[in-house]
Nanobody, 124 residues
Framework: QVQLVESGGGLVQAGGSLRLSCAAS????????MGWFRQAPGKDREFVAA????????NYADSVKGRFTISRDNAKNTVYLQMNGLTPEDTAVYYC?????????????????WGQGTQVTVSS
């Protein structure tokens, strides 16, 4: 089993930045990829970004490309989501997810482990 704990959410003004963290523990050696999803009120959960757990590749949703960056600190077993140029449309609960095998990165079904979520609110 793998445990994921997110942190770093909060309230920020439009144009501001936040960095979300996802600390992984447990059988982290089994992970193949890590992803970030978000869910706004009344909307479906949507893919934000993903990267390899050991390999250095990444992928982003078009809506965040150029504004968000996903990265990893090997020593801390932590994945980050740096979010710049935030807009009110980015307001959502953000979830960290871990997957054991590769698949369609934007499909929540391929991820095996999920964090509890952290709220991001962007005011206009």
């Amino acid at each position: 089993q793998v445990q994921l704990v997110e942190s770093g959410g909060g309230l920020v003004q439009a144009g501001g930045s936040l960095r979300l963290s996802c600390a992984a523990s447990g059988r982290t050696f089994s992970l193949y990829l890590m992803g970030w999803f978000r869910q706004a009120p009344g909307k479906d959960r949507e893919f934000v970004a993903a990267r390899g757990w050991r390999d250095d590749w990444s992928n982003y949703a078009d809506s965040v490309k150029g504004r968000f960056t996903i990265s990893r600190d090997n020593a801390k077993n932590t994945v980050y989501l740096q979010m710049n140029g935030l807009t009110p449309e980015d307001t959502a609960v953000y979830y960290c997810a871990g997957g054991l095998v590769i698949g369609s990165l934007d499909r929540a079904e391929i991820y095996d482990y999920w964090g509890q979520g952290t709220q991001v609110t962007v005011s206009s």
